[in-house]
């Protein structure tokens, strides 16, 4: 069974950089048909995928985060990292990391505010 832990902090200052692990078990990050996606959800509002990285380590993002966004892994310890730099409150969400399939993380609540 496939299961995935995000970890980081609750609360991050305006402009500064976001950063959030996701721990995978179950499986290896390279194991072939996975990728691995952060997605986060605003207050009131509906899931936003923000980017991927594929079992090769390629990765993709959406459009509208590219230029603040970057995704990476660390296959030694098996886990997914998202950085979303110069923060504003409109990036205040709940972020999960998913697997692209059946496995979704519990969520990590991050408050941008100074």
């Known amino acids: 069974q496939v299961q995935l832990q995000e970890s980081g902090p609750d609360l991050v200052k305006p402009s500064q950089t976001l950063s959030l692990t996701c721990t995978v078990s179950g499986t290896s990050i390279t194991t072939s048909y996975y990728y691995w996606s952060w997605i986060r959800q605003p207050p009131g509002k509906g899931l936003e995928w923000m980017g991927a990285i594929d079992n090769d380590g390629r990765t993709y993002y959406s459009p509208s985060l590219k230029s603040h966004t970057s995704i990476s892994w660390d296959t030694s310890k098996n886990h997914i990292s998202l950085q979303l730099s110069s923060v504003t409150p409109e990036d205040t969400a709940v972020y999960y990391c998913?697997?692209?399939?059946?496995?979704w993380g519990q969520g990590s609540q991050v408050t941008v505010s100074s």
């Open positions: 998913w697997n692209g399939f059946e496995s």
